[in-house]
């Protein structure tokens, strides 16, 4: 089945990094997806990763994919206060471009 | 300009009633989409439209009617609400091209709340 499991929870200071974790079941998906939801908004979608790739880097993000454990990372440098939102990992399900999402894990930074 | 819009942003009304939310987009795309996100912020997905038509009807009640009368417009009709009913709904699109990342762009949500 079409599974997407996250910790619901990240805590970090202002100026350090943080990892938000995520595994997945479908090893179909050709891309994997962050995005980011801020408080009362809808979601944006953050970086994304192609399904043959390790890593890839953005400014301050860095995605690792692991395909043989299918899992998933989001990495935030210097993570700054405006980074505290709820942060959704999807890949594609098998049917019309719907995306299975994770439960989403809240990030807060403290100052 | 606002790519994907909703209306209306909040509602509040009574177990047993009729009620709809519109969605639209202005980003010229084929596929639209009708998530559910409920209070503990999980999102599933209810409904998708590609070019009017429906390709993805998830296992939701058939008191759930969308309805799609161009490619820019999903509204979503709920008939005699329940209390389960309550949650922020989202409206997204996307222009689908086979191997391309296909994002998502997401309306604001609609929270709807009944009572």
């Known amino acids: 089945g079409e599974d997407v499991e996250q910790s619901l929870f990240l805590s970090v200071r202002e100026g350090d990094s943080s990892v938000i974790n995520c595994t997945y079941t479908d090893s179909s998906s050709t891309y994997l997806y962050w995005y980011k939801q801020e408080p009362g908004a809808g979601l944006q979608l953050l970086t994304y990763i192609f399904s043959n790739m390790d890593m890839k880097q953005d400014q301050r993000l860095t995605v690792l994919l692991n395909k043989k454990d299918k899992h998933l990372s989001l990495r935030i440098a210097d993570t700054q206060t405006g980074d505290s939102a709820i942060y959704f990992c999807a890949e594609v399900g098998n049917q019309g471009g719907k995306l299975i999402f994770g439960q989403g894990t809240e990030l807060s930074v403290k100052p | 300009d606002t790519a994907v819009s909703q209306t209306p942003k909040y509602l509040v009304t009574q177990m047993g009633n009729d009620k709809s939310i519109k969605c639209e987009q202005n980003?010229?795309?084929?596929?639209m989409y009708w998530y559910k996100q409920d209070s503990k912020k999980f999102l599933k997905i209810m409904f998708s439209y590609n070019n009017k038509e429906l390709i993805i009807n998830e296992t939701v009640p058939n008191r759930f009617s969308p309805k799609s009368p161009d490619k820019a417009h999903l509204n979503l009709h709920i008939n005699s609400l329940e209390l389960g009913d309550s949650a922020v709904y989202f409206c997204a699109s996307s222009q689908d091209r086979a191997g391309g990342i296909n994002e998502q762009f997401f309306g604001p949500g609609t929270r709807l709340t009944v009572l």
């Open positions: 980003l010229g795309h084929d596929t």
